[in-house]
């Protein structure tokens, strides 16, 4: 039986028996966890087993926003911290071996944690090309400035997460540099001219458009589509992301519950798939949203199927690797970078 083409977070710690009946009834294709889902490494693999189960399937993708710095599920006491992105374009500056090997290093050791806990997506990486005046919401999570850095050290974490077993998401495609506020408060508009997206924020997902998955923006780019923000823009995900771009693979959208996109939640999944997006993903774990996504949500089907199943079959075993010979490195690393930037 085919599964429907949403990706839902939920509310606490473990499954609610509401949330299991609602899990059994409209059989999301994947599950996405935050912060209030995690208490120690024992729990998380209960309930990531219990998500499965729930859908009566192993291999049900369980995705997590994992990238280090202030984005970052995962932490102490049970897992350690990672550098923020800015981190690897520092070295990259340095030399730009340093800043990829920094790069592909701290990928690999989340990837470890990840597939320690049965969890296996990580949001990851960022082709987002930040400018001077853009909100902090991109910040130091991205690589640098400059679209072909920002390229080549995405795909070091690409190559960092597969080597761990851990499939990766492109975000935040096409571009949520420019954005002058916060999706999750606002909608932003970028009025920056075609050409010049194109030589920049485009540019820096060009090479990374093999991914097997990407996430939208909720941004609107005025001098493409005034009306609708990326997530919801046919002329977007056609003409950007599938055509200018080149991406193929699976396109899910970022939260649909985020204020920068109007009307009910129901509206919303509706108009996400008229632009073509695969799936909708929805974080917040309120129920009764769930339940909204669900009912307009159809079932995977025709291309939007086969490029799930072509998502799910680039994953690969994880290599063996030195776990604390990795951190020691990477700890290495990421100090000559302080000492770079102080």
């Given amino acids: 039986m085919n599964r429907r083409a949403f990706i839902t977070g939920i509310s606490g710690p473990e499954l609610s028996a509401a949330e299991r009946e609602f899990i059994r009834m409209h059989r999301p294709w994947g599950f996405i ?66 800043g990829l090997a920094a790069a592909r290093l701290s990928a690999r050791l989340i990837a470890a944690d990840l597939t320690g806990l049965g969890i296996t997506v990580d949001c990851l990486p960022l082709a987002d090309v930040p400018v001077p005046g853009a909100d902090a919401v991109i910040g130091n999570r991205a690589y640098g400035t400059r679209a072909d850095k920002v390229a080549a050290i995405g795909r070091a974490v690409t190559e ?22 916060d999706t999750h408060f606002r909608l932003p508009v970028v009025d920056t001219s075609k050409a010049e997206l194109e030589r920049t924020d485009f540019a820096a997902f060009r090479p990374l458009a093999d991914l097997p998955m990407a996430m939208t923006a909720h941004v609107v780019f005025s001098a ?53 997006c695969d799936v909708v993903l929805h974080c917040n774990g ?32 994880p290599q063996a690797f030195d776990r604390a010979a990795a951190r020691a490195e990477l700890d290495a690393l990421i100090e000559r970078a302080g000492t770079a930037g102080a």
Avoid: C
């Fill in 33 to 98: 966890l935050f912060k209030r889902n995690i208490e120690t490494p024992t729990q998380v693999i209960s309930l990531v087993q219990e998500l499965r189960r729930a859908v009566s399937d192993p291999e049900a993708p369980v995705l997590i926003d994992q990238e280090g710095g202030r984005v970052q599920r995962l932490g102490p006491p049970h897992w350690p911290l990672y550098p923020a992105g800015a981190a690897f374009g520092v070295l990259y500056d340095i030399e730009p071996a340093l």
């Fill in 160 to 181: 960092g997460l597969e080597q761990g077993g851990i499939l990766p998401v492109l975000k935040h495609i096409p571009g949520h540099g420019r954005a002058t506020a």
């Fill in 224 to 276: 493409l589509d005034l009306a609708h923000p990326a997530t919801t823009s046919a002329t977007i995900v056609k003409q950007v992301i599938r055509g200018v771009i080149g991406f193929q693979g699976l396109l899910m959208s970022d939260d649909v519950s985020m204020n920068a996109l109007a009307g009910s939640v129901a509206e919303r999944t509706r108009a996400i798939f008229s632009a073509g």
């Fill in 286 to 317: 309120k129920l009764d949203e769930m339940r909204e996504v669900a009912a307009e949500t159809p079932e995977l089907s025709g291309e939007a199927l086969e490029r799930a199943k072509r998502a799910l079959a680039a994953r690969k075993p």
